[in-house]
């Protein structure tokens, strides 16, 4: 009988994507037990300002240009079909219904899994799926219940404190991001005038 694949989705904005994604993402399909992390692209919630957020198929082509050369890594727009404000765990429930053959996990950064205990369901998410978590530099604690969670993972990965709004700034201030990004991602960005700051009319 053929296993399920197993599928680590790692959710973000991806505004833009970097290394410190990439790295993350690699070190978890290669140092885990993961088959592949699918990296899913999350849409502009229509009720909130867009602030600076590039348009949705943007992302999604950058990531998906960045992704080339990583056959383990997949991009995903799921969530873009998926009612607004949509909800991890509605997400999760509707791969598991369109991907019955694969068994889904979780991948987030340690700062997110302090505010884990806000998430709508959580307990249906702690009880139904793994959580694999890199680790973060980042103030507050862990929640005691998450601790020593038999379905919650620390993952030695690298700690990568580069972040999309820092590049955001960087270009807006005509500084060089060229190393933060992968090469290809960068070329987009220039070629599109990305964050660039608008010359006065």
Same mark, same amino acid.
């Given at each position: 009988m053929k296993l399920p694949k197993k599928i680590g989705l790692y959710f973000g904005t991806f505004n833009p994507i970097h290394i410190g994604h990439l790295t993350i993402a690699n070190h978890l399909v %290669?140092?885990?037990?993961?088959?592949?992390? &699918?990296?899913?692209?999350?849409?502009?919630?229509?009720?909130?300002?867009?602030?600076?957020?590039? !348009?949705?198929?943007?992302?999604?082509?950058? *990531?998906?240009?960045?992704? %080339?050369?990583?056959?383990?890594?997949?991009?995903?727009?799921?969530?873009? !079909? =998926?009612?607004?404000?949509?909800?991890? *765990?509605?997400? =999760?429930t509707h791969l598991e219904e369109q991907y019955p053959d694969h068994h889904f996990s979780l991948i987030m950064g340690e700062d997110n899994l302090k505010s884990f205990h806000k998430w709508k369901n959580y307990e249906v998410i702690l009880e139904n799926y793994s959580i694999y978590v890199y680790p973060r530099i980042s103030a507050g604690t862990v929640e005691h219940q998450f601790q020593d969670h038999p379905r919650i993972q620390k993952v030695n990965a690298p700690i990568m404190e580069l972040s999309s709004t820092f590049i955001r700034k960087s270009v807006e201030a005509g500084k060089n991001v060229?190393?933060? =990004?992968?090469?290809?991602? &960068? %070329?987009? =960005?220039? %070629?599109?005038?990305?964050?660039?700051?608008k010359s006065p009319q």
């Open positions: %290669e140092f885990s037990d993961l088959d592949e992390v &699918w990296m899913v692209v999350t849409p502009h919630n229509p009720h909130k300002k867009r602030s600076g957020l590039l !348009d949705d198929h943007h992302r999604l082509s950058m *990531v998906r240009i960045a992704l %080339e050369d990583y056959p383990k890594l997949k991009v995903s727009n799921v969530e873009f !079909d =998926l009612p607004q404000p949509n909800y991890t *765990v509605n997400t =999760l060229r190393p933060m =990004l992968p090469y290809k991602v &960068w %070329e987009y =960005l220039d %070629e599109m005038n990305f964050y660039k700051k």
